[in-house]
């Protein structure tokens, strides 16, 4: 297999998810529309949001992560959702925002010179008391709990071709502890009895709330809140996310 198979290990994958959707609800509820979602994937999250009646626009660099999530929409969800394939770190759309949002690690991809970019770039489409909320993994362990080949980390059947599939992980600290190197594999079990693996290699940048409010301050925002969870308990050393909300 190859990593043209992904967007559909993925969906799969997290399906079923659901714990983090209440914490945005929440948000969208005290912000107000529109709502911009900064790489959207296949719309887990913002097909959540418009079913609670926002106006959803999503942006993600992937075009069949897209092709996935408009497949997705009902006649109902495309009168409220607007997909747009660009990269988050240069996007211009015409119109602004009361709330940016950017889930499941998708900043910590960037490194610092991307996370500046698409900074900027978000601050250009929020309005006046808009919001911008980033969700990070704090620890390499809030990513892979467990690495090594034998580790499983997750398993799923895969719907389209009805196989199943286990999630496992090959990582790398580097010595300053702020990139982490992770190459996920999904080992698809074909009818013929074969094992089909595809690998992922991320990198991600852990990064401090020191140096997040350093780096967003310096685009024009005031970080004001630090979250550890998804019920916005303040954030400390062992939390189990980095939940950061910006404003203007």
Same mark, same amino acid.
């Given at each position: 297999?190859?990593?043209?198979?992904?967007?559909?290990?993925?969906?799969?994958?997290?399906?079923?998810?659901?714990?983090?959707?209440?914490?945005?609800?929440?948000?969208?509820?005290?912000?107000?529309?529109?709502?911009?979602?900064?790489?959207?994937?296949?719309?887990?999250? +913002?097909?959540? #949001?418009?079913?609670? !009646?926002?106006? %959803?626009?999503? &942006?993600?660099?992937?075009?069949?992560? $897209?092709?996935? =999530?408009?497949?997705?929409?009902?006649?109902?969800?495309?009168?409220?959702?607007?997909?747009?394939?660009?990269?988050?770190?240069?996007?211009?759309?015409?119109?602004?925002?009361?709330?940016?949002?950017?889930?499941?690690?998708?900043?910590?991809?960037?490194?610092?010179?991307?996370?500046?970019?698409?900074?900027?770039?978000? +601050?250009?489409? #929020?309005?006046?008391? !808009?919001?911008? %909320?980033?969700? &990070?993994?704090?620890?390499?362990?809030? $990513?892979?709990? =467990?690495?090594?080949?034998?580790?499983?980390?997750?398993?799923?059947?895969?719907?389209?071709?009805?196989?199943?599939?286990?999630?496992?992980?090959?990582?790398?600290?580097?010595?300053?502890?702020?990139?982490?190197?992770?190459?996920?594999?999904?080992?698809?079990?074909?009818?013929?009895?074969?094992?089909?693996?595809?690998?992922?290699?991320?990198?991600?940048?852990?990064?401090?709330?020191?140096?997040?409010?350093?780096?967003?301050?310096?685009?024009?925002?005031?970080?004001?809140?630090?979250?550890?969870?998804?019920?916005?308990?303040?954030?400390?050393?062992?939390?189990?996310?980095?939940?950061?909300?910006?404003?203007?």
């Amino acid at each position: 297999m190859s990593s043209a198979d992904f967007p559909r290990y993925f969906e799969a994958q997290y399906a079923e998810y659901t714990e983090d959707i209440p914490f945005w609800q929440g948000l969208a509820a005290e912000c107000g529309g529109p709502v911009l979602e900064l790489g959207c994937g296949y719309g887990r999250i +913002l097909i959540a #949001l418009a079913r609670e !009646g926002w106006s %959803v626009a999503g &942006l993600d660099h992937d075009q069949d992560m $897209l092709a996935r =999530a408009a497949a997705r929409l009902n006649e109902d969800l495309r009168q409220r959702i607007t997909l747009h394939h660009a990269d988050i770190t240069d996007f211009s759309l015409d119109q602004t925002f009361s709330l940016l949002i950017s889930p499941c690690n998708t900043f910590a991809s960037l490194d610092e010179d991307g996370f500046v970019l698409a900074s900027n770039c978000g +601050l250009r489409h #929020l309005s006046p008391s !808009g919001r911008l %909320v980033l969700d &990070l993994p704090p620890t390499p362990a809030s $990513l892979v709990p =467990a690495s090594g080949e034998t580790e499983l980390l997750a398993a799923f059947l895969e719907p389209e071709s009805g196989n199943a599939v286990q999630v496992s992980a090959r990582d790398h600290i580097e010595r300053s502890g702020a990139r982490y190197r992770v190459t996920w594999l999904y080992d698809e079990m074909l009818a013929d009895g074969r094992v089909a693996r595809t690998e992922i290699p991320m990198t991600y940048h852990l990064r401090e709330p020191e140096l997040l409010s350093r780096l967003l301050g310096g685009a024009g925002y005031d970080t004001t809140e630090f979250y550890g969870d998804y019920q916005r308990t303040a954030y400390s050393r062992g939390s189990t996310r980095l939940i950061v909300v910006a404003s203007r």
